[in-house]
C-alpha cells in the first residue's frame, strides 16, 4: 500500500492551535466516512519539534495518494472544507490547490 509523507512547517505560536483542531476534528461526525470516502486507509499527524521551529509530519497510506490529494483539494463536503481552511489559516498553506513542486518521494521503506 502506497504511503505519503508531508512535513510542513509550523508558524511560532501555532502547535496548540493545530492539536485542538486535529482533536475536534476527529469528533465530527463524518470523520471516518470522510477518510474511507478518500481511499485513506490510514492517517496520521506527528508534530517535529526542531531548533529551527515545530514541523507538522503528515502520513497517508492509500491506493494512490496523488489522486488522494487531488480530490481532497476539490471536495466541497464539510469536513474537508473545514479542513483546507484552518491549514490555510493557521499554517498558510492552501491544499485546495496542487503542491508547488513535486510530491515528497519515498527513498527508503522496510519491509
Given at each position: 500500500m502506497p504511503v505519503?509523507?508531508?512535513?510542513?512547517?509550523?508558524?511560532?505560536?501555532?502547535?496548540?492551535?493545530l492539536e485542538?483542531?486535529?482533536?475536534?476534528?476527529?469528533?465530527?461526525?463524518?470523520?471516518?466516512?470522510?477518510?474511507?470516502?478518500?481511499?485513506?486507509?490510514?492517517?496520521?499527524?506527528?508534530?517535529?519539534?526542531?531548533?529551527?521551529?515545530?514541523?507538522l509530519?503528515?502520513?497517508f497510506?492509500?491506493?494512490?495518494?496523488?489522486?488522494?490529494?487531488?480530490?481532497?483539494?476539490?471536495?466541497?463536503?464539510?469536513?474537508?472544507?473545514?479542513?483546507k481552511?484552518?491549514?490555510k489559516?493557521?499554517l498558510?498553506?492552501?491544499l485546495?490547490?496542487?503542491?508547488?513542486?513535486?510530491?515528497?518521494?519515498?527513498?527508503?521503506?522496510?519491509?
Amino acid at each position: 500500500m502506497p504511503v505519503l509523507a508531508m512535513a510542513i512547517p509550523v508558524p511560532p505560536g501555532k502547535t496548540t492551535a493545530l492539536e485542538q483542531h486535529i482533536a475536534e476534528a476527529v469528533e465530527h461526525e463524518e470523520f471516518e466516512e470522510t477518510l474511507k470516502g478518500f481511499g485513506i486507509m490510514h492517517e496520521s499527524w506527528h508534530i517535529q519539534e526542531t531548533p529551527q521551529g515545530d514541523l507538522l509530519i503528515l502520513v497517508f497510506q492509500s491506493d494512490n495518494p496523488e489522486s488522494m490529494l487531488q480530490e481532497f483539494a476539490q471536495s466541497e463536503k464539510p469536513l474537508p472544507v473545514l479542513q483546507k481552511q484552518f491549514i490555510k489559516e493557521a499554517l498558510g498553506v492552501d491544499l485546495s490547490q496542487p503542491p508547488p513542486g513535486p510530491l515528497p518521494r519515498t527513498i527508503f521503506e522496510w519491509p
